[in-house]
């Protein structure tokens, strides 16, 4: 498994104090680290980039080298380039996988998958989420307490504007009485996608080990099934199967 | 619109207090009351059957004459008789549309149409309900706030064991922290399924205008669209079409 | 209801004889007058708009007095701008409803909304086409012959390269023995998209009278259900629910 | 994996010449031949079972260590003892992989478990079977050609009378035009359950190895994920999840 932990790295570079504290290494630092357990097999790649590398990290090499990308975005979505972002979808649609972490629901890549606004209420007031699970079959469930307690997390509520989910993983509850369906799938072209809420900036939230669990069986879930394929091709059959 | 409120009256009529002060004509009694003025064209009609009826009050005559059938059932689903409940199952897939509510996942139609045990958390302690909608521009939602704010209810929580619904319109969230899909629709055969959740005799839901809202709703979406008809029937196509 | 029907009107107008004959009023025109004993009461509008009008047509004003847009495209989906695009898909988000016709899945509001490649495969040797209704209640197939035979079409196979759709309304087959998934319906925001693909414009499909009832019925369908509204706006509860 | 193969057994036993000379071994047998050389792992276990039997061959026992079962049912579907139709429900709430083969659709488990008639149009008359992947990267899928070609085979069309599927794997087409939902799934409880409708006692669609392949691919899919558990157990939570 080849994994890219993809971070805007903003919050953690512009000097604030809480971000620091809770993520020295940033946040893509600390869920990579998080996930090195879960992928320790041989031919297992872990790599980060973020928003400020050459290209934002997502070269056309990185991506031909990832299996499944992660992604945390949040108040630099407008500094993400166009063709970046086209690139991305490019291979999702030719089969890599792809994990879209809290706030990236507003990212580019997220709504050019979804064609949704993807907007919804929030409050950051360190309420406790409950994230229960709906799907219990599914694998990205597996293993995972029902329901994992987030002690302190940003509330996203419902409405939730994304398109009907292919299946419906985790919904939370938050201490003000808000829901939100935090875990979701979808698919699109041969790539298979993972929106998963829970983790904000301001709180541990990607050291809680229930969290990596998630995230990591959302990559195993969400990596190739097959081999990637350019879906734009023209394909004209011209016989007719015979009767 | 010609619609049948059902009940199983077994909490009214054997002495319970609570609730016979909530529901003096029985909740049957009260929903037909509450529905009346959203049905209140010539042609309308809203009748109540119960348990204790010959053959339940759910006769062939009585079913023919219904469009959508609400079924409230509680501490008594195996005092149904199982010929009551084919007859009704059949019914629906002829096309009649079937509200099921509250305590009602456990009836016998419920699991028979959904071929599955329907079992979920519960703790009855008066807490707070808020229903959330999840599909805004669904028909059930139209006009309903969001949240609906019922002030105590009986907690329902997931894991609900029901099958993937075709439409989730509503989620719950309670005090104590649970989630619940409160508002979940089916087709069987030609008939639509509105399972809704709210309502349990002990509080005054089917009180609360909005919930009568969307059971009227409900009624309406629920609504036969195409004649009744018996889809058991062999269909035996024997000339192909001309290529 | 408020009726517009977008056309690229490119095979029409470089002398496409064969179109020119089928179609001597453009698709546009022959949709139009085909729909218009369907949406004869007083305050319906059937307009038309075509690429090279100025904005193509659809500038805010003729889009705030369009209920449902209707679009036809094929050979000039590149000369679409991308400014009207994103006006259309604002607008969608914000309730109006769409249908995409034929070639149209290649347009670029179908492929922004869908987030997929929306390739297929395709043949253009005048196949007969039986279009199946999969969801009986559906609204869109209400009066609706099953199948529809069409007598001579193009034919697009699986793999369509589309989300999961909300709902599978029609699966085609064509002589050739291939299969297609040619009525399906999303939504996106508060707007509510049905794609049919049957209407080559090599065939009088749009004389077909099952076809002009199908989009009939897909634009009642399709029609707003909400007042307007822009679901990008914030919505920062700052209170919690009372316990 | 442990894999019980059941079958009706009564084309081969009651003087069906066709069927004798195309299944010698039953249709069990050969579909049990079939499947070994995909599940030759040490603890791979693959028995048959058939109505025959006492209790049908699915005790409590086998039905223990059975991960997922196979169904292939026809003319005596009615002679299936309700007892055992009931275990076999059970256990599929409880995690057991189920798949239900061609004219199986209409056995009491598989009604029992989708609540619908599942009637269908049929005509057997030796037509061609495509069958297209819907769901390209679903695991049923995998590894098999898009379309199979099934030589000869029974004609299955719409409408199909089920609940609209989890997933749509397959669609046919026949050579008379038709088209047929061929491999759905769906969860109940913790069970998986796979139909796959190709595979009439008349053609000997179980010698193709293209549809042993699907049967292998359905088995590890609807394979339990997690321990057996009993889901009509009663949870009472009594505290509340502290804020």
Same mark, same amino acid.
């Given at each position: 498994m080849r994994i890219t932990v993809w971070n805007e790295n903003v919050h953690e570079t512009r000097g604030d104090d809480v971000v620091r504290e809770l993520y020295p290494e940033g946040i893509h630092g600390q869920i990579a680290k998080g996930l090195a357990p879960h992928f320790a097999d041989d031919g297992d790649v872990i790599r980060t980039a973020v928003l400020q590398d050459d290209e934002h990290g997502l070269t056309e090499q990185v991506l031909d080298e990832t299996d499944v990308l992660l992604w945390w975005g949040h108040i630099a979505h407008d500094q993400v380039s166009d063709e970046v972002v086209e690139r991305v979808h490019r291979r999702v649609l030719a089969g890599m996988g792809l994990l879209v972490m809290h706030s990236g629901h507003y990212s580019k890549i997220f709504t050019r998958i979804t064609g949704s606004t993807a907007s919804? !209420?929030? +409050?950051? =007031?360190? =309420? +406790? /989420? !409950?994230?229960?699970?709906? /799907?219990?079959?599914?694998?990205?469930?597996?293993?995972?307490?029902?329901?994992?307690?987030?002690?302190?997390? =940003?509330?996203y509520g419902e409405p939730f504007d994304i398109p009907v989910p292919d299946e419906l993983v985790f919904v939370s509850s938050f201490t003000g009485g808000e829901v939100f369906r935090s875990g979701v799938t979808y698919t699109r072209g041969l790539g298979r996608i993972f929106y998963f809420s829970p983790g904000d900036q301001e709180y541990p939230v990607y050291h809680q080990a229930e969290i990596l669990q998630v995230l990591?069986?959302?990559?195993?879930?969400?990596?190739?099934?097959?081999?990637? /394929?350019? !879906?734009?091709? =023209?394909?004209?059959?011209?016989?007719?199967f015979a009767p």
């Open positions: 919804l !209420l929030w +409050r950051s =007031e360190g =309420e +406790r /989420e !409950l994230v229960w699970t709906i /799907e219990r079959t599914h694998p990205i469930a597996a293993g995972i307490p029902n329901p994992i307690v987030i002690p302190r997390q =940003e509330m990591a069986n959302g990559i195993r879930w969400a990596a190739p099934r097959l081999p990637r /394929e350019d !879906l734009t091709a =023209e394909h004209r059959p011209t016989g007719w």
